[in-house]
């Protein structure tokens, strides 16, 4: 299967995230986005998969009174720019290469 690629031979994805942080006291969510410009959609999950220790900031209050217990994201989409210049969702395919990129950069591979 085949991405489409930019002038430059590039393929971009973009990670949609819901993200959480659970204080004692408040929760907040907000929605993330990572985009990845690589040679191929695989590479993209790749270096995406290797984030899996995310930058949680986004979603932390400095200012919060109480105790933040624990941050949290979960995939919501992947996308990748189209030769319109516009984001399409990825088949499912991608979803499932990714899963098993995050799985052995975490060190869970079978």
């Given at each position: 299967?085949?991405?489409?690629?930019?002038?430059?031979?590039?393929?971009?994805?973009?990670?949609?995230?819901?993200?959480?942080?659970?204080?004692?006291?408040?929760?907040?969510?907000?929605?993330?986005?990572?985009?990845?410009?690589?040679?191929?959609?695989?590479?993209?999950?790749?270096?995406?998969?290797?984030?899996y220790?995310?930058?949680?900031?986004?979603?932390?209050?400095?200012?919060?009174?109480?105790?933040?217990?624990?941050?949290?994201?979960?995939?919501?989409?992947?996308?990748?720019?189209?030769?319109?210049?516009?984001?399409?969702?990825?088949?499912?395919?991608?979803?499932?290469?990714?899963?098993?990129?995050?799985?052995?950069?975490?060190?869970f591979?079978?």
């Amino acid at each position: 299967m085949e991405l489409p690629k930019d002038e430059n031979g590039k393929v971009t994805l973009q990670f949609e995230w819901e993200s959480e942080s659970f204080y004692e006291d408040e929760n907040l969510e907000c929605d993330l986005e990572d985009q990845y410009e690589e040679d191929t959609w695989e590479e993209c999950c790749d270096v995406a998969a290797d984030c899996y220790d995310w930058d949680d900031e986004d979603v932390i209050n400095f200012e919060a009174e109480s105790e933040l217990h624990e941050t949290s994201r979960s995939l919501t989409r992947i996308v990748y720019l189209d030769l319109n210049q516009e984001w399409t969702d990825c088949p499912k395919e991608v979803y499932a290469y990714y899963e098993k990129a995050e799985a052995k950069a975490q060190g869970f591979d079978e």
